[in-house]
């Protein structure tokens, strides 16, 4: 078949690679330059290794493993570690931490040559007709596919176009998350020591990992109404936000939200829907069902959804009307798991009072002396 995956992130190059595969003539259009590089190391975990061993991508996936997490100390004001996360935490041959960008590396050199990848495009229209799916791209071309697979993320184009608007669908849990790049930091002293600092309602961080370090900004709030693709807008959010917090190396952060011209920026929320696909459309990933950066399962649903929607494509010999349901029978129990752990973690990370930070840090396994 002829098919288009909107989105070039883990879903939309995982499903290049499950249906080219097949034999399938895919085409995978991105709205981005480039591949996206930027945001925090994500997590390969559960049954997404299985996957990624069918895909023949499990051994360039463990050469790359990262192990950020187990460094992530928590600091008072100034700066002194207060407790860490557990050591072992991560440690675990089913839960591999990656860099975002080498996921995306792997997963890009393993398409096969049937599927094009096409940067500086989107989706601007769906009519979808007997014979398949003519669709309208923001360059001005069009084109006829026999499925269309929205892979284009939380504020996916696919699900507004088919589905109706994002508002439908999106469950805010609370908080908004901001990651910017800090090449300052990436040679600091403590290279792999990750410091988080709390103050009521907000989190600001530093992560260091290969040869990078990102700062990370995170604050408690209601949903706020501006355009997710206006920087600017973004910016001036985290300013306000953060700007008169002089403790720990808050306003280095904020310094380098300053000179970063692609901030990640986005609320902490989930998608919920009663199905994912309709007529010759169907929606995979984060489009369908993020479960939100609190659950650390995206990247792991992204690549199970992928590859069960390629197989029950394949044991219906094409039959979308047969296939669309079976992969979501398959992928929701995942799902609902994913989406239920979230709890808690909100107030873990970002607790409301200085008496919730105080009571979180006594939980917290202790820092040795010099550490």
Same mark, same amino acid.
Not at 174 to 197: C, F, H, K, S, T
Not at 272 to 294: F, I, N
């Given at each position: ?13 995982? $499903? ?13 259009? %991105? ?37 950020? @997490? ?9 700066? @002194?570690?207060?407790? #860490? ?11 591999? !931490? ?86 300052? %930091? ?30 990370? $900004? ?13 920087? %600017?807008?973004?910016?001036?959010? $985290? ?6 917090c002089r403790s720990w190396k808050v306003q280095t952060i904020l310094d380098a939200v300053r000179a970063d011209p692609d901030i990640y920026f986005d609320s902490v929320s989930?998608?919920?829907?009663? @199905?994912?696909? #309709? ?17 650390? #399962? ?15 494509? %394949? ?12 992969? !979501? ?19 873990? $990370?970002?607790?409301? @009072?200085? !008496? ?16």
């Open positions: 078949m002829k098919i288009l995956v909107s989105g070039a992130g883990v879903a939309g190059l995982s $499903l290049g690679r499950d249906l080219g595969m097949r034999g399938h003539h895919v085409t995978i259009i %991105e709205r981005a330059d480039r591949l996206r590089g930027n945001g925090s190391p994500i997590d390969v975990r559960g049954d997404a290794i299985e996957v990624a061993e069918k895909m023949g991508i499990l051994p360039a996936v463990r050469d790359a493993r990262i192990r950020m @997490t187990e460094q992530v100390h928590f600091v008072d004001e100034d700066g @002194t570690a207060v407790g #860490r996360l557990p050591a072992d935490i991560g440690d675990s041959s089913d839960d591999i !931490e990656i860099a975002r960008e080498d996921l995306s590396r792997i997963l890009a050199d393993a398409l096969p040559e049937t599927v094009d990848l096409r940067l500086s495009e989107s989706v601007n229209s769906i009519a979808e007709h007997d014979d398949g799916v003519d669709v309208g791209f923001a360059s001005g071309n069009s084109e006829s596919f026999d499925l269309v697979l929205g892979a284009d993320g939380m504020h996916s184009a696919v699900r507004r176009l088919v589905f109706g608007p994002e508002q439908d669908w999106i469950r805010h849990l609370g908080l908004y998350v901001a990651i910017i790049d800090m090449p300052g %930091e990436a040679d600091a002293e403590a290279e792999r020591i990750n410091p988080m600092y709390s103050y009521p309602g907000h989190l600001a961080g530093i992560a260091r990992f290969k040869d990078r370090a990102i700062g990370l $900004l995170m604050f408690a709030s209601d949903p706020i109404d501006y355009d997710y693709r206006d920087v %600017e807008a973004q910016k001036k959010i $985290l300013f306000d936000q953060f700007a008169e989930q998608i919920h829907m009663p @199905t994912w696909h #309709r007529g010759r459309v169907a929606l995979v990933g984060d489009a369908a069902h993020c479960a939100s950066p609190l659950a650390g #399962r995206g990247t792991s649903l992204a690549m199970t959804g992928a590859q069960f929607l390629a197989e029950e494509l %394949e044991r219906s010999d094409g039959d979308h009307v047969t296939a669309f349901p079976r992969y !979501e029978a398959r992928q929701r129990p995942y799902v609902e798991f994913a989406q239920g752990t979230v709890e808690g973690g909100g107030a873990l $990370l970002v607790p409301p @009072t200085q !008496e919730a930070i105080v009571a979180r840090n006594q939980l917290l396994q202790p820092v040795a002396v010099g550490q």
